[in-house]
C-alpha cells in the first residue's frame, strides 16, 4: 500500500484520507496532552504557520498508550490544544500508535521508517534511553513508536523520508522540510 491509502478521523468525527494531502509535504505526529514533550505543540505550530502556505501539513494523531498522558476526549485535547499552544492544524481522534492494536496508518509509517535508536549524543536521547530502559524496556523492543511525539517526514509523493524520535524539537526539522517543500 501506498500512504495515499490510508485514512483518519479527524476530531470532528470526518473521515480524511491522506490523498488529500498529495502534493504536499506532511508531517504525522502521535501526541499526548500530559507528557513531558507537549511543549511540542507549540514548536509544531510555528512549522505549519511559517510552511503550511509552502505546502506543509502538520497531523497530530493523540495517543493515550504511554502512562495514560491522554485521556481526554477528542474535544477536550483539541480544546487543550488551541488554548495552550493556538495549534491549528489537524488533530484526529484519539488511536493506538504501536502494537497489535496499531492503527495501520501507524504501523505502515514503523514498516517505512524503523526505530534507529535515539541520538545518544543529545541530553534527552540519554535520557529517554535511561527511562525506558529502566521503567519500561519492552518498549524499546521492535520498531514501534517508543513514546509521543515521535514525527514521520512525509514527501509531495507521498514517501516517508524520515522517523524522529520524540527528543527531536521540530525547530530541529527545519532544514528537512525546507528540502522538501
Same mark, same amino acid.
Given at each position: 500500500?501506498? *500512504?495515499? $491509502?490510508?485514512?483518519?478521523?479527524?476530531?470532528?468525527?470526518? @473521515?480524511?484520507?491522506?490523498?488529500?494531502?498529495?502534493?504536499? #509535504?506532511?508531517?504525522? &505526529?502521535?501526541?499526548?496532552? =500530559?507528557?513531558?514533550?507537549? %511543549?511540542?505543540?507549540?514548536?509544531?505550530?510555528?512549522?505549519?504557520?511559517?510552511?503550511?502556505?509552502?505546502?506543509? $501539513? #502538520? #497531523? /497530530?494523531?493523540?495517543?493515550?498508550?504511554?502512562?495514560? @498522558?491522554?485521556?481526554?476526549?477528542?474535544?477536550?485535547? !483539541?480544546? +487543550?490544544?488551541?488554548?495552550?499552544?493556538?495549534?491549528?492544524?489537524?488533530?484526529?481522534? =484519539?488511536? $493506538?500508535? !504501536?502494537?497489535?492494536?496499531?492503527? %495501520?496508518? +501507524?504501523?505502515?509509517?514503523?514498516?517505512? !521508517?524503523? +526505530?534507529?535508536?535515539?541520538?545518544?549524543?543529545?541530553?534527552?536521547?540519554?535520557?529517554?534511553?535511561?527511562?525506558?530502559?529502566?521503567?519500561? %524496556?519492552?518498549?524499546?523492543?521492535?520498531?514501534? *513508536?517508543?513514546?509521543?511525539?515521535?514525527?514521520?517526514? #512525509?514527501?509531495?509523493? /507521498?514517501? &516517508?523520508?524520515? !522517523?524522529?524520535?520524540?527528543? &527531536?524539537?521540530?525547530?530541529?526539522? *527545519?532544514?528537512? *522540510?525546507?528540502?522538501?517543500?
Amino acid at each position: 500500500m501506498k *500512504i495515499y $491509502e490510508y485514512s483518519y478521523t479527524n476530531a470532528d468525527d470526518e @473521515q480524511v484520507s491522506l490523498s488529500d494531502y498529495k502534493g504536499k #509535504v506532511m508531517l504525522l &505526529v502521535n501526541t499526548a496532552s =500530559k507528557c513531558g514533550f507537549t %511543549p511540542q505543540y507549540e514548536g509544531l505550530e510555528a512549522l505549519y504557520q511559517a510552511y503550511h502556505n509552502k505546502g506543509l $501539513e #502538520v #497531523v /497530530g494523531f493523540p495517543c493515550n498508550q504511554f502512562l495514560d @498522558q491522554e485521556p481526554g476526549t477528542a474535544e477536550e485535547i !483539541r480544546s +487543550f490544544c488551541q488554548l495552550n499552544y493556538g495549534v491549528s492544524f489537524e488533530l484526529s481522534q =484519539k488511536l $493506538e500508535v !504501536r502494537g497489535e492494536t496499531a492503527d %495501520p496508518l +501507524f504501523k505502515y509509517l514503523t514498516s517505512k !521508517r524503523p +526505530f534507529e535508536g535515539y541520538d545518544m549524543t543529545t541530553e534527552g536521547g540519554k535520557k529517554m534511553q535511561g527511562f525506558l530502559s529502566e521503567k519500561l %524496556p519492552h518498549l524499546l523492543e521492535g520498531d514501534d *513508536i517508543k513514546w509521543n511525539f515521535t514525527k514521520f517526514l #512525509v514527501s509531495k509523493d /507521498g514517501a &516517508v523520508i524520515k !522517523r524522529y524520535e520524540s527528543t &527531536v524539537d521540530p525547530k530541529e526539522m *527545519i532544514k528537512d *522540510i525546507e528540502a522538501l517543500l
